[in-house]
């Protein structure tokens, strides 16, 4: 019987974060089917959905078949919902590059990064947070709602994965400025910030005490502009140094492999790091993904 609400629990949580149909425990779900062959399984399934939503079921449906039969259409929405209770709604881009940025849609990097968050608050808690290449903004509302940074800085450089952000913030609740409350966390501030850039000023005024970034470590041009940002971060912050830690798929480990060597010879020590025990959000984990942090080495 617990298996079966655990099994139902999956398909709900898979359904709104329009998880790929390939991932989802079909042979579970057939096993249960064989062992009871009235439709109550398929109905238990169906309300689960029903009670997340407003509206009725056929409606829900209607809805997803016109947003998938219509080819025009770029966009989704995406419902992540939380380990602790309650969700997170993102707009997301269908196609994973479109705008000519990677940024509009959420990686699985980004979600292994707020799952690594929410075990380990003492990295986030009453802290200043500065996010790099933040995309959509998964990671970072993730982190507002469970962690309680005392400031979170959403950045990113691209104008449409800018204003995205922002309205994603919006739908959640987190404006920029004061958020407080329950739910709130802190006070979160978007900041476009290039890599290539961005001057040591700016990143003293963030005053960041720990630094994160997901599925920033794919094309090998950027890389030269992320090391040296990465370094100035390390270096140009006072009293201490902040905590740095990147979270990347490994795709190609060429370009992997040459970001470590820059690093290094940059003045940048990496230490891979436990990644996140426990898969809490709903997404099909395709790739290895490996955390790291990052330290200055000393003279
Ligand atoms: C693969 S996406 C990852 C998005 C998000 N972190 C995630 O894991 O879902 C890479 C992000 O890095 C951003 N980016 C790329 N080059 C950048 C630069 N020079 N300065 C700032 N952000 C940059 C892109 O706009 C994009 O949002």
Not at 85 to 111: D, F, I, N
Not at 159 to 172: K, Y
Not at 252 to 269: H, I, M, W
Request: net charge negative; hydrophobic share 40%.
């Amino acid at each position: 019987m617990e298996d079966r609400a655990a099994l139902l629990s999956t398909f709900q949580a898979s359904f709104f974060a329009m998880t790929r149909l390939s991932p989802l425990h079909w042979e579970r779900l057939r096993g249960e089917l064989e062992k009871d062959k009235s439709p109550e399984l398929i109905a238990a399934i169906l309300k689960k959905l029903e009670q997340m939503c407003l509206e009725p079921l056929d409606e829900l449906y209607e809805g997803l078949a016109g947003v998938l039969s219509d080819q025009k259409s770029e966009d989704c929405y995406k419902t992540y919902l939380l380990p602790g209770g309650g969700a997170v709604t993102l707009t997301e881009s269908v196609a994973l590059v479109s705008q000519g940025t990677t940024g509009l849609v959420t990686w699985e990097a980004g979600l292994h990064l707020a799952e690594w968050a929410g075990e380990h608050l003492e990295a986030f808690s009453g802290r200043v947070v500065l996010e790099l290449g933040c995309g959509v903004g998964l990671t970072g509302l993730v982190v507002c709602r469970g962690c309680s940074p005392s400031r979170y800085v959403f950045s990113d450089f691209h104008p449409s994965v800018l204003r995205r952000l922002r309205a994603n913030l919006e739908l959640n609740g987190l404006g920029e400025g004061p958020a407080g409350g329950a739910d709130g966390g802190g006070v979160v501030r978007v900041e476009e910030l290039d890599w290539e850039s961005v001057s040591e000023e700016r990143l003293r005024e963030i005053g960041a005490d720990t630094v994160i970034a997901s599925d920033v470590v794919y094309d090998p041009d950027l890389l030269p502009g992320l090391v040296r940002l990465l370094s100035l971060v390390l270096s140009c912050s006072s009293p201490e140094a902040p905590q740095v830690f990147i979270c990347s798929p490994i795709r190609n480990p060429d370009t992997y492999n040459s970001f470590k060597r820059q690093l290094e010879a940059a003045g940048v020590g990496h230490e891979v790091i436990r990644g996140a025990g426990r898969q809490v959000l709903s997404y099909h984990r395709a790739s290895a993904i490996e955390m790291m942090q990052l330290t200055l080495h000393t003279q």
